[in-house]
């Protein structure tokens, strides 16, 4: 589904990672952890096409990255969920909108009108639909968030750092969802320093570790 063989990273001159290699297979559930400053962010924007990299080969769903159009990347990210760490809406927008604007951006809002509601109680949100993004809890944010990541009905979910603001009760609420998204097939990239959050999510589902490090990634990582 997304393969990244080899690659390198640069900016301004420093290499951040470089003979990286990373396969997302379907209906995996991987985690990638490291120290900040790594490159996890950077990983997961070559992963979902909105980083290219500087050298080695990026594949998205059988086509390479390097030589996809816009509208070819646009495509891709169709079939790419993203739950990005800061969460930004659309303020002015109820959070029912909010969390509909994929559909709409990719001419599919007659879609809404089923899957909607079901998707706004799925994360517990029926009651928030009409409040607008200000008045959300952190944890709330983050389940319209995924939300929003996932009503476009996406083959690959990649979320970073999805539990970084909320209490443990809220993260396992998130992981709940997230593992239930992975039992209907979906391929699931959590990058996270959380390490219990780690462990509960072994608990329930066959996850792989991964640590990006000095540049280098690194797999069967122990807890």
């Known amino acids: 589904m997304i393969e990244l063989s080899d690659v390198a990273y640069s900016y301004g001159g420093a290499q951040l990672f470089t003979n990286l290699t990373l396969a997302l297979t379907p209906g995996s559930f991987q985690f990638l952890t490291g120290p900040s400053g790594a490159g996890k962010t950077t990983l997961l924007k070559l992963c979902y096409g909105d980083l290219r990299a500087t050298a080695g080969r990026v594949s998205l769903f059988g086509q390479d990255a390097a030589t996809m159009s816009r509208d070819d990347v646009a495509m891709a990210r169709r079939r790419i969920g ?132 000095d540049g280098r990634l690194q797999a069967g990582v122990a807890l």
């Open 82 to 213: 993203v739950v990005h760490q800061d969460c930004q809406f659309l303020d002015h927008l109820p959070v029912a909108e909010n969390i509909a604007l994929p559909l709409q951006v990719s001419q599919r809002a007659a879609e809404a009108d089923g899957n909607l509601d079901e998707l706004m109680a799925w994360v517990g949100l029926s009651g928030q639909a009409q409040q607008r993004p200000p008045e959300l809890s952190g944890g709330e944010r983050q389940r319209a968030a995924l939300a929003r990541a996932v009503i476009t009905s996406p083959d690959v979910i990649i979320a970073d750092e999805p539990t970084g603001n909320v209490d443990w009760e809220m993260s396992q609420r998130l992981l709940t969802l997230l593992v239930e998204l992975n039992r209907m097939g979906k391929t699931v990239l959590i990058a996270t320093h959380d390490m219990n959050l780690i462990r509960a999510a072994k608990s329930q589902v066959s996850a792989h570790v991964l640590r990006l490090k």
